[in-house]
């Protein structure tokens, strides 16, 4: 059975909800077993049992939180060659894409061991505190199915 950690940071719990309707997605593929948690509860020593990880940051000055941005920074550190690593972020405005593609930037060059295993996702919020944006969670329970399907295949 193929595995997949879900690893996100949230304040306001928009990324977090993300996360957890990206993890719906896969579920829906049989064979595939989901792990869904917060960046500050992530054992960084179990993470080489995993086949895939998703990383989720909310869109924060034009990046990744701070936080999320040293996660990656170790991950070169640790043994995950052959993995595969996926980005997502939560934006509002005209900030479409510009974290979820600096956090795929940094994994390329901190931990150009891991693969990229599709093309990240951005998800649209009307207010710093949310909600979610009409339309958007369809596009996250479609992205963890993708993913779920690569990994099976």
Known sequence: MAKAIIIYE?????????????????RQV???????????????????EFDAILIGSPNHMGGAT???????????????EGKLVAAFDTYMGNQYEKAMKKMEQQLGKKASGLKLISPGLSIMVRDMKGPISEGELPKCKDFGGKIATQLKG
Request: hydrophobic share 40%; no cysteine.
């Open 66 to 80: 701070m936080g999320v941005r040293r996660f990656i920074d170790k991950l070169g550190k640790l043994k995950l």
């Open 10 to 26: 949230s304040k306001y719990g928009n990324t977090r909800l993300v996360a957890e309707t990206i993890a719906e997605g896969m």
């Open 30 to 48: 049989s064979g595939i077993e989901t792990v869904v948690t917060e960046l500050k509860k992530v054992d960084q020593k179990t993470l080489a």
